[in-house]
């Protein structure tokens, strides 16, 4: 799916050299680290519920 998001000039151009260092494309650099960030919040919600 496309979308256009607005991301500030600094945090794009850190996400465009780490998505480089990788050899990865901007947008898949992106959602693995959208997804990763989910599931880290989400794990830590599922520990303070326990």
């Known amino acids: ?4 998001i607005s991301i500030r000039d600094e945090l794009l151009r850190r996400l465009k050299a780490r ?3 990788r050899g990865q494309s901007l947008s898949r650099h992106m959602e693995e680290t959208l997804e990763r960030s989910l ?3 989400e ?3 599922e520990s303070v519920a326990d």
């Open 43 to 45: 794990d830590r919600s």
């Open 19 to 21: 998505a480089a260092l």
């Open 1 to 4: 799916m496309k979308t256009t």
């Open 39 to 41: 599931r880290e919040e």
